[in-house]
Structure formats: C-alpha cells, structure tokens
C-alpha cells in the first residue's frame, strides 16, 4: 500500500509506520485489490467516532497498470459492504479539484447506489504547511441504505 501510494504521485506520502496503524488497528475497514500476489490497488478507510454513521475514506489507488479497469469502484462498493460498514450511511472522502479521475470515481461511485454525491469546502489550502499543497474538498456520497 505504502508502495502503490508512493508511486502514484498523486497521494500524499505516509510514514511506513503510518500503514501498519492503519493494516493493524483499521483493518476491518480497508480493503485491497490483488493480481495474483500482487497488491495493485488499495482503500484504506475508518469510520469517524464523532459521525460513526460515515465511512470516511483516507487513501484509495490503483496501480498505473490496472486503472480504467474497475478496480478502484469495486473497492469502495466491496468496501461499504463490510460488516464493519453495517449501519453506515454516508461515503466521505476528500479530494483536491484537480484530481479528476478521483472526482469521476466518486461520482460514479454514487450513480451506481442512485444516491447524490456532494462538494463542500474540506481543508483550506492554509492548514498544510508546506505552502504546496492544493485546499482538499469534501465529497460526500449518500445517504444510502
Ligand atoms: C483515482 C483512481 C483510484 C481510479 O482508479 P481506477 O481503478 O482507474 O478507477 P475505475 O476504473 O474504477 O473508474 C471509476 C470511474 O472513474 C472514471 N475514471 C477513472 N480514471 C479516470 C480519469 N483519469 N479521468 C476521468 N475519469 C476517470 C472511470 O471512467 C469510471 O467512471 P465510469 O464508471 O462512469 O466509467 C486511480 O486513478 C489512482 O490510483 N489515482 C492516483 C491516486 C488518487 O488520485 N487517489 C484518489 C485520491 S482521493
């Protein structure tokens, strides 16, 4: 995973340490696409403690090699049909405006349940520190059954 989201250039880059929190304690909540015994595409996602009706997805990519294929619309529909999902209504992600294919994702995401996908303001361009960074919007998926 930590892999897939270096090479991706796109997702923000984590700590190592930061993957194996997530594979550990968040597990019941991630899922991972494999060719064989190749990882090309993963979701890692948690459900927040204060909107413990949400599924709030951190990471998601797919290998530049297996992308346009499916891949990363069956993990987020594999994802909201774990049993630790059960009971969740809203799909959240944040996404910058330029990553279209992420948007599209979501976007498709939703017209395949028949439920709105909305854009609201997520983390302002300020709140990163390296200055770099594009703002994050928040995309919200649902409400769904
Ligand atoms: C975004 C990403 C996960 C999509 O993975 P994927 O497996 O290729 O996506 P899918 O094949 O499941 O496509 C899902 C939908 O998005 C659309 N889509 C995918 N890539 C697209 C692109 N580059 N431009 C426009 N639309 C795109 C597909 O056409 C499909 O829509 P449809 O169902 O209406 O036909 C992948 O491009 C990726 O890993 N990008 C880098 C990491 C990233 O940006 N992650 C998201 C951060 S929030």
Redo the contacts with the bound molecule.
Sequence with gaps: MWQLASD?G??DENSHYCYLIICRDFSETCVVAADGSEIV?FVTAYRPPQRSSNIF?W????SEA?????????LLHELVALPACRGVQVLE???TPS????R??FQ?FA?NLSVPCNIAAGFARELFSDGEHEEEELLRVGPFA
């Design positions: 991706s796109v997702l595409g997805v990471q998601i990519g797919v297996a992308r346009g294929r499916g891949v990363a619309k069956r992600a944040t996404v990553n279209s294919a992420s599209r994702l498709s017209a």
